[in-house]
Each structure stands twice: as structure tokens, then as C-alpha cells.
């Protein structure tokens, strides 16, 4: 906690020092479900408890430029939310953005907690969404500490970061990851998004939060990806990864589609699927999850996720764990 305020301190006094113009939105939800698997009420989206979306909670989310009479050449982004654990009956302190942007004729370079250089959760974001992306799996971190750049061309981007693989903890024992990803396409210009990423580097066990041991072990990923914003509110995204994650051969497939209407997009429908194989554990996951959007800062949503989960690490004896979980989750998402 007295982390969490220091760091809460410095970027909100760093920040006042340039005249500049700021956004500052408070955020709260309650996420609330039931689990046919683990036979009870739960009160998250994720099946692992560790996982920081979705979970009862409040935070806020701010955001400043920087700059002077002559030029803008940055800003800092701060968000952050005090969400309650049921499980472990306790409380999480969840740091998303944290960063300093700078902008120069180069590139635009960051420095604190900000996305990875990797697949699609480089440039959407599903941070109030019920439906996570591949960064949930473990393919990769969603957001992560260290250092990255961005050079936009008129076709696309590429982009690079170096991290410390922990998430949104920071600990050090020689762990870093570093990742590239190139695209081609502006997805609110041209209404489309390719892009190819390669990640490498050593990391510990990790599990949402918690740390399962200090032990590096080596990852490797590559990764295709595609978004697609078409007429009549269709949406779509597509991933595939596959390499050496914590020192296991895996690959993963990721398909998302939706539908938006009414003015606003107030009604949206969305369907995923996930196949996912790490080692001897395979997944497969259909989920769907319709919402509405009350007003310009409350939203509901509802969520029913059928989970296939394969544990063949006893195969040689012709043995094989088969658990399915049926869930239904429920959500009310304020930001304003």
C-alpha cells in the first residue's frame, strides 16, 4: 500500500509541473457469478482466482498531457483500483497504467507499467470487458513494467518493449521479456489491423499474482493477429501464438466476433472461442456475452462461458482428467 501511494504521489506531482490539460474518470463494478465446477457463487469472470479482471472493485483512471506554450511532447497515464479477492478474503491492489510518454521525432517512448509490444492486447483494451483476451491464458502479459517505443508509419506501427515479466508486481531475479510486434493497417482508418509479434526471454512461474516459484525458466512466442471493425457494427479478432511458454511447448488460437447497434452502440453481442494447449493441459472455451449500455457511464453485462479442461499427464497410462465448468457471470461497469 505504501508503494501503491508513493508511486499515486509522484505521477500526480510530476504531472503538475506542465501546463496541461488533464482527464481524470472514477471507476467502479460489481462482478458476480455462479460455477457449475466449483459448485458455488463466485464473485469474478476468471476460473483462477488469481486473475486481476474481473473482480468487485473501485479505482480511477488519469490521464494528462504535457506540454508547453510552444508543443505537446508527452503525458502520464495513472490507473488503478482497490478490487476485494473473495476467495483469499482479502484485498488487491491493482496498478494498470503507470507510465511517462515521451514524444520525439523518432518514436514515442514509455517508461513504468504500460502494454507489452505482443498481439492484440498491444493496442486493444479489455480491461472492463467480461471476455478476456489471450494475456488471461498466460500467452504473454497484458500490461508489465519496463521500457517500450512506437514508430508510426502511414501503413501500420512497430513497436518494442523490455519487461520484467512479473505483470502488475514488480520483483527482480534476472527475469526479463522482450517483444516486437509490426503491423500493417490503422484500425480507425482503414478499419483493419495485421500485425505479427515475436516475444523471448526468461520469466518465473507466475499465476495472475502470485508467484509460483523465483525459478527462470525460458519462453519464446510468436504470434498473428487481425482485428476488423466492418459496416452494420460487426466486429472481429483473430490471434494465434505458439512457441515455448515457462518452459513448455504450447500454442493457442483466439477468435472473437461481435455485434453493436442502436445508437451509441448501446446493445452489444459478442461470441470467443479459445483453444489453448500448454504442456499436458489443454482448454477449450466457448463463451458469449451481451450488454447494454444504460447510459454514457453505466453498463451491464452478461456473461455464460462453457470450459473444457484436458489433463493428459498420465496419458502413458492411458489415463486422461476431463473437468467442465459451466459459468455464468454478471456484471455492472461504472466509469465516468
Excluded at 515455448?244 to 452489444?268: R, S, T
Excluded at 472455451?285 to 456473461?303: C, G, P
Aim: aromatic share 16%; net charge negative.
Amino acid at each position: 500500500m505504501k508503494k501503491f501511494l508513493t508511486a499515486a504521489i509522484i505521477f500526480f506531482s510530476f504531472s503538475k509541473l506542465f501546463a496541461a490539460e488533464s482527464l481524470l474518470f472514477w471507476e467502479a463494478q460489481g462482478v458476480a457469478g455462479y460455477s457449475s465446477l466449483e459448485k458455488k457463487t463466485v464473485y469474478r469472470s476468471s476460473e483462477n482466482i488469481y486473475e486481476p479482471m474481473q473482480k468487485n472493485s473501485i479505482g480511477f483512471d488519469y490521464i494528462r498531457k504535457l506540454s508547453t506554450a510552444a508543443r505537446e511532447f508527452g503525458s502520464i497515464a495513472l490507473q488503478a483500483r482497490l478490487a476485494y479477492n473473495v476467495d483469499e478474503d482479502k484485498p488487491e491492489y491493482q496498478l494498470y497504467n503507470a507510465f511517462l510518454k515521451l514524444k520525439s521525432p523518432a518514436a514515442d517512448i514509455w517508461i513504468g507499467h504500460n502494454r507489452t509490444a505482443f498481439g492484440l492486447s498491444s493496442y486493444t483494451d479489455a480491461h472492463s470487458e467480461l471476455l478476456m483476451p489471450l494475456t488471461a491464458y498466460e500467452y504473454g502479459y497484458e500490461r508489465d513494467w519496463g521500457v517500450g517505443l512506437q514508430r508510426d508509419f502511414q501503413t501500420g506501427d512497430i513497436r518494442f518493449s523490455l519487461t520484467s515479466a512479473t505483470g502488475m508486481p514488480l520483483e527482480y531475479h534476472g527475469n526479463y521479456l522482450a517483444a516486437l510486434r509490426y503491423s500493417h493497417g490503422v484500425l480507425v482508418r482503414d478499419q483493419y489491423n495485421a500485425g505479427l509479434s515475436i516475444l523471448a526471454g526468461e520469466v518465473m512461474q507466475t499465476r495472475g499474482f502470485k508467484f509460483i516459484n523465483h525459478d527462470l525458466r525460458s519462453t519464446y512466442l510468436a504470434d498473428l493477429d487481425f482485428a476488423f471493425l466492418g459496416g452494420y457494427g460487426i466486429e472481429y479478432r483473430f490471434e494465434f501464438v505458439a512457441g515455448v511458454q515457462e518452459d513448455e511447448e504450447c500454442y493457442a488460437a483466439y477468435n472473437k466476433i461481435g455485434l453493436n447497434w442502436l445508437d451509441f452502440d448501446a446493445y452489444k453481442a459478442e461470441y470467443q472461442f479459445v483453444l489453448s494447449r500448454k504442456g499436458d493441459i489443454s482448454t477449450i472455451s466457448n463463451a458469449f456475452s451481451v450488454s447494454y449500455r444504460l447510459t454514457s457511464y453505466l453498463k451491464i453485462a452478461l456473461m455464460y462461458e462453457y470450459m473444457q479442461m484436458f489433463d493428459d499427464s498420465m496419458s502413458s497410462m492411458g489415463m486422461s482428467k476431463t473437468s467442465i465448468d459451466n459459468r455464468i457471470t454478471a456484471q455492472a461497469y461504472y466509469y465516468r
